[in-house]
């Protein structure tokens, strides 16, 4: 029999004893607690209380539904909001892209190779059908959907009723370069993440290493975020940077920062994948990780 | 009336619901937990868990010994070690100079900024008499105890006594270029910080620099760590490291290499101070900093 | 005899040969080349050449005057601007300073330990009594010019007329929280190093901890610039970053900040005294370190 | 008519006058100077001069072979050592691997995007037949050479036999997990780069992430280095290094390292394609990139 691993995530007011309460609870149902992280984050007038539990059933009689409901009657009876999430069970993922390659290879060659286990690429999706042999490359189907006419609300329905119809649960922004409606972000509140190739907030919008070019900067960056209707505005998920010198035009610059992309971007989608990160109103917890 | 602070320190072989146990103990004291982490090791054969706990009485009958007997009897129950800290005992200090001032001016600056509220520098200790005038600038004591006729053992025997005296609680280590007796060490076992201004392991011994430069490495760095009976060997507890390049002789990677000695010392002196490491073995476990 | 060291910094349009004529002069001219660096950089519509070049003169009869002229009438002949600076000549420093110490006991211990061999630390300045203790420690003069009824303008013209009158080559702002005005900016063109406590151009103005803070930001920074008319808008020199995370609060995120900004002043400023930085336009050449 | 460009690569005993010698001769001969960088380096007893001049000529009438017979005519007469490259002759690459794929994906994926525009990579070779399927996706001939009965004599004389029929000017090992026998290394001198998956010249020889854990450090890195008989002593080209902490066992530092050891190798291989290292003895000087 199998061992079922059980990722859940917390988030209430900061109150007495709900780290005993929860603990407690997972102890007396005979859970194994694997990981165990928490924090307080002052929100405007609120401290809350943020948790995230990893944990192992030996049972043999584990029912994931019976597990869901019980802990659900819990979290009522605590006062507590939560999400459950069963390691065995693996999330839906399409990557949009334009034309540049370096974040799609970064992400499927990691695929290829087993480093996000509990995902499921299941469509490369494009606005252009230039990175269409990378696809193929990797036996992901491919789906081509111009603009045409500038009319992006009739492109945008295609692609919607398409992820919707896959049942996807993760959008990844692997160098899309087009603006999404609200009605998208609202569709997929907290599951698409962007990376954004300047150091938010600074160099928001259009051609961010040209921006920080002008203006001197020493040090160039890069930011993973959901995507949020405000442009560059979403939750920070994670941000990296490398050191620059007056020797970078703007097309050296862009050649650096691929690699602070790709890697941010990567590691960003994988505390989404591995359920480490909580969103807080335009911010995040992510709760490292521990292995 | 005041509010007392206690950070608990905790390790064991790992074993269920130890996490459930502890918080609970403490949520049924009437304490409220402010942090919380844990964490398991694998030492050797035997998975070992890590927790420290910072929390706050409001109670108005808190008595000290009989909240360490309260919990040491806990303890002795569920089968733990434990090490209970009150926030608002400060450690005392002894720092060790030879004729190098910049981590002395490191850790001396921030003492007086109030940035370490819980220490107390009640001496500095040197080999040499240079640099007496720092420690007068800051009104510390300056203590010069001279090798004479290479006796090491009778000079250290000196420090020892008057660090008893005192009741110094841990010894700084900032650039004190003597290796200590075993007896020494002993005495005050994962109490001794030193710095190394080495990436450890590599480098080892004398003139890391020269080594660094002689190998022609692209990155140099700085190891803070217990100090050990096997030079250069104990526990590291912080490291950190800057990029250098063939421009760089001898002489200027010493000079660049200062800065990530003083930062690297400066936290993990931090980390000591305020209760965040637990050493295994030849390791550290080093609780982040919240707040 | 002592030998001479000279540094010269060069910029003009760029030019073929040009490279090739001031090594030369120097050479014909009995010149030691020490270090030489150069550089292009695109300034609107001109592709602009920088040159920095170190050198050494054994000649018995080297006389500066005699060399500034002969090295101005080359300039001139070939039509490139340039600076002039004698190793010898000691560069006077006056350090501003508002009730933070960090920056300045950075400054003044690196001054001691003999890190900035060709700075004079003439005087300590603040709008506040605070540091006064500071500077006596150093034994460097400390005057305190408070602003009386808000009158920034004659405080200033205090300063001003006392910088002049002790003929102070170079201005550092470590944390002096007053905003300058156009004219104290324009008496001190590009001779005032500023050290903001943010990721420019990101976080501009007031309190950037909390602006990083409310925005979620996973790296914070700080720069060091030339201070110019628009606030935080002036010449980058030098940035550097840290890495942070959910569980940092403002608090914490200004104590983490200091060690930041201390050291990217302070390489700022050595780059600044070793003449290692030309201006252009509102970006720097800051040419490497070597030795 | 094309411009050609060309990168010398020059390195002798330090003299007065070298540079003005080789930029003058470059003016007089039409070129144009596009970057110049030079360094000195002591070399035991000796102050070396190496100097990286990249230039472009625009006459009509410029003859590759002639150029070359001028210039050595000319180093010759100077006492200098060279080494010209034409940026568009093309560098044949072979890129050795195991069974894994993140190095060769990095490769692959930077060569397809047009990042290393003079590298041809000619062939990927394996003793394992793992990798196959990657090579087939970007069209690279996929040689298979087992090590058959532990005769890895003979199997690298089949690799060596291939590389010089096909005229490999670069060979890498992307995570080639065999030793090279001192006889590959003497046909291919300075001309092998090899990724070492820890800080050299910490954690030689094998599982270097096990000897981390072991030891307990706070930062892991990887180093990119020129293949020497001396295992793991090669002249490093580019190092780099990534912060862990206690909560990582070996498999995640083995993860973490990935991501570095990949591109620290791309670094390095884009340093040596675009003609910006010198070997001296067992170090590099490694000019920086510019554009």
Chains 1, 2, 3, 4 share one sequence.
């Not at 609870?25 to 924090?39: A, R, S």
């Not at 605590?78 to 992400?107: D, M, N, P, R």
């Not at 189907?141 to 295609?158: C, L, T």
């Amino acid at each position: 029999m199998d061992k079922e691993r059980i990722v859940i995530l917390i988030h209430c007011p900061d109150k007495k004893g709900i780290i005993a309460k929860v603990t407690s609870w997972c102890y007396e149902n005979g859970m194994n607690v694997l990981h165990c992280q928490q924090c307080l984050l002052q929100d405007e007038e609120t401290m809350m209380f943020f948790m995230r539990i990893e944990m192992e059933t030996e049972s043999r009689d584990f029912n994931r539904s019976d597990f869901e409901k019980e802990f659900g009657l819990f979290s009522v009876k605590e006062g507590f909001s939560c999400e459950i999430h069963f390691a065995g069970q693996k999330e839906k993922v399409a990557v949009l892209v334009s034309k540049t390659s370096h974040c799609l290879y970064e992400i499927l060659s990691h695929y290829e190779e087993g480093d996000i286990p509990n995902a499921e690429i299941s469509m490369v999706v494009a606005n252009h059908d230039t990175l269409r042999n990378v696809a193929d490359k990797f036996d992901i189907p491919f789906h081509y959907f111009p603009i045409i006419d500038k009319d992006k609300v009739s492109q945008e329905r295609k692609i919607i009723s398409l992820l919707k119809q896959e049942k996807i649960d993760l959008v990844i922004l692997a160098r899309y370069m087009q603006i999404l409606t609200p009605d998208f972000i609202e569709e997929y509140r907290n599951r698409i993440i962007n990376i954004h190739h300047g150091f938010l907030p600074a160099f928001q919008g259009a051609n961010p290493y040209l921006q920080a070019y002008n203006r001197g900067v020493k040090i160039i960056g890069a930011s993973a975020h959901y995507a949020s209707e405000d442009l560059d505005q979403g939750p920070i998920i994670e941000q990296d940077t490398v050191r620059v010198n007056h020797e970078a035009g703007p097309a050296l610059l862009r050649e650096m920062g691929k690699d602070v992309e790709k890697r941010t971007l990567m590691r960003a989608v994988a505390a989404h994948l591995e359920h480490r990160i909580i969103v807080c109103r335009n911010k995040t917890v992510v709760f490292s990780k521990e292995g």
